[in-house]
Each structure stands twice: as C-alpha cells, then as structure tokens.
C-alpha cells in the first residue's frame, strides 16, 4: 500500500480493511492519511491517468482499482482580468468547480469514496446530504452499480431533490435537521451494512482526501506560483481544510515554497464558524448556530461545521480570515461573476467573491495580492435562485416596439 492510515488521537496505525469504519477502532479517536513524500518526490504526477486520479500517490485508494470516474477533476482556474480590475486586484483567478460532471467539486469526493466502496465489496452506500454531495453520490453510484441511500430534511426543496431522484437514488426525507438525517445513517449501519459516504471526515475519511486535489490543480495551474489567498465556502469546513492539507502537502514535496492565506466564507444568516473566529476561540469551541439558518447559499447552511475543527485551525495556521456575506452580497457576487467572466456560479459558489469585495474594502487583501476563489457549484442546480432575482424581461408586444426596447437596453 503506498498509504498509511493513522488515528490523529492515539497515533495507531490502521490496515484499510479495519478503517472500512470510520473511527479508530481503539479510542473512536479520527482516521488520517500519511504518504512517503520522500518516495514520491519527483514523480509526483501520473501523467497517464485523467482527472483526480494523475494524484494517485497521494489518495487513500488501491492502484488495482476500477477507478469510478466520469472525468471529474481538471477544472479550468480562470484568470479574470474584468474582477480584477474591478475590485482592485493585481490579479484573480477563480478555480471553476461548476465544470465538474454532476456541477460541484462534491464529484472530486464521491469518484474516491465509490471507488472505496467498490474496494471495500459493499452492496449498498448510504449519503446524509441536502446539497451537491447526494447528487454527486448518486451519479456516482449508478456508474458503480450500487443502490444509494439519500438521506436528508423533509424541508429540503424538491428541486434539489431531482437531480439525486434522476440518478436513481434511492431518498429519504427525515422530519429533522442534516445532522439528525446523518444520525439515523448510523444507526441503521449494522442493519443494513450500507457504506457511508457523507463527505465530512468523520463519517467517511477517505473522501474528503480527494478534495485536496484542488490545491494540486491550483499549483500546477499556476505553474508552482503560490496565491496570496485562497478563499472558499465554509459549509461542512471540508474544502477549506483539505485544501489546506493539499497546499502543505506541495510544499512538502517541494513543489512549491510558501502557502497562501486560507479564507472561509459563510452567509451572514448561518455563520458558526465565523462567529467562533470573531470570538477567537479555540478551533474545538464553535458552538452550534442558533436559530434556524437562513440564507440564499443553502448549501453552505450547515448549523455545525462538522469539519470546522480543521477548517479554522487551517484558517489561524494560514494567517487568514473568515468572513460573513449577506444574500445581497451573493447575489451581487452571482451576477459579477456570471455578467464579467461567464461563470454561474450557485450562490454558495459565488459567496467566496463577495468576501473578495469585503476584505478588499476593509484593507485585509492588498492591491498587490493575488486571489483564488473557488466557485464550488454550478448555478444551473438552484435556478429559483436567480429567477426570483432577476427583472422579467419585456415582451414585444408589436414590431414597432422593437427600435425602443433594445435602445433602452444600451441605456
Ligand atoms: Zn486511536
């Protein structure tokens, strides 16, 4: 195996076929996952495999495997002169996750965790999730064949139901919170022996070690120059904290020589993560958000960031900065980005480029930096969304109108 897989709290090293669970079997302390960097040094890039997978030696999966893959990964990281310029940057660029198969990076996740699930011989594979992850494990599932479990709020809207229904999965609306939804994954797992895939660490290790892929990408696209900063969504805190890991892992195999400042973005209406920053407290005390969450980005609306222990002792190791935005903020985000550099982003995806706005008028990014923002999801999942912001556009009521509406459009 040219992984170890090691428990953070009592340091025991495990075999893959114990860590199939997701806990140390010893302490229930959590799984991690170390390589022989000095070993890879050098070929750390397996040119002849595609997507995530050119990452081999860096990810928690058997080179025997049957990779299950639809070419995620390899996303475009676009140089966005346009927002540049207009927020006052020297330069930015977004790393565009909507071009993933199922439109999220969730996919760079599930490709891991059902090519594990395949590994492991399981019939069945269960997901806790209201957002992209399920859509993502459902598509994902039907390549590998397998029934998939969808768990998640009876209040979930239906439309993002459908993309998960449309695959196949096979879903259960629980009168409950996610959390409640992903308890219930638990307690049934000895009854019916489904693998669980939901992508915090915690509950499935293995996963969230693809999404670090994206820091990869990022480096190599940038050709080895390390951004400034690096700011994404918080939801769970899973994609802040691997790409955290992804970025260390580079400079420890001295492909690159500094870090960039990590920032964590969430909408002001459920921010548990940016609150525990403002109250710098210890990355073990955030506390539950309190009240119901309510925001436009509901993929990030997670009431406790299960993830969030790593994401904010990233964001205090990296030097950076967490950061609430208002639904307006999104949506201003959502069109900036849509009408200057032709990325539709969902508003989660676009809450990363509304923290750029704030932090740069607040003096925390200078005008000399660099920016990666990662629009994580694609618009196209959450079209209410935009519908219920944008004007109706006027019909032609006879041809003679025609000259008058488009001047008017030019302003
Ligand atoms: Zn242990």
Request: with cysteine.
């Amino acid at each position: 195996m040219h992984y170890q897989i090691y428990c953070e709290k009592c340091g025991i090293e495990l075999t893959d076929k114990i860590s199939a669970g997701k806990k140390c079997p010893e302490c229930n302390g959590s799984l991690r996952f170390r390589y022989d960097y000095n070993k890879i040094k050098g070929q750390v890039i397996r040119k002849d495999l595609p997507g995530i997978w050119k990452y081999i030696n860096l990810l928690p999966v058997s080179k025997d495997s049957n990779f299950i893959t639809y070419s995620e990964g390899e996303t475009p990281l676009l140089r966005s002169n346009n927002l540049a310029k207009k927020l006052g940057l020297r330069e930015l660029f977004i790393k565009d996750e909507t071009q993933n198969p199922t439109g999220s990076f969730k996919d760079r996740a599930a490709a891991v965790s059902l090519t594990k699930a395949v590994e492991f011989k399981k019939d069945l594979v269960a997901i806790g999730s209201g957002g992209n992850a399920a859509a993502a494990a459902a598509a994902y599932a039907a390549r590998a064949n397998l029934d998939c479990f969808v768990f998640l709020p009876a209040t979930t809207p239906m439309e993002r139901v459908a993309q998960s229904l449309i695959y196949g999965a096979k879903v259960i609306r629980v009168k409950g919170s996610i959390n409640d939804a992903i308890k219930l994954i638990s307690k049934y797992q000895d009854e019916f022996d489904w693998y669980e895939l939901t992508t915090a660490k915690p509950l499935n290790p293995y996963q969230g070690e693809a999404v670090k892929t994206i820091a990869f990408e990022i480096c190599e696209q940038m050709k080895g120059v390390v951004p400034d900063w690096v700011i994404t969504p918080v939801g769970g805190g899973g994609i802040l904290s691997q790409c955290w890991k992804g970025f260390n892992e580079y400079k420890q195999l001295g492909l690159i020589d500094s870090l960039p400042k990590m920032a964590g973005v969430q909408p002001a209406g459920c921010a548990p993560l940016i609150k525990a920053f403002d109250d710098k407290c210890k990355p073990d005390e955030i506390k539950v958000w309190e009240g119901k969450p309510e925001s436009i980005a509901v993929t990030i609306a997670d009431v406790f960031p299960i993830d969030g222990e790593a994401a904010l002792s990233a964001i205090y190791e990296s030097g950076g900065v967490a950061e609430k935005t208002t639904d307006e903020e999104i949506i201003e985000a959502m069109k900036l980005m849509a009408q200057n550099e032709g990325v539709f982003a969902e508003p989660a995806g676009a809450a990363p480029l509304a923290a750029v706005k704030k932090l740069r008028d607040k003096g925390i990014i200078g005008s000399d930096e660099t920016v990666v923002v990662v629009a994580t999801g694609h618009g196209l999942k959450d079209l209410n969304a935009v519908v219920s912001n944008v004007k109706r556009p006027p019909i032609l009521e006879s041809e003679e109108e025609l000259p008058v509406i488009v001047k008017r459009y030019l302003g």
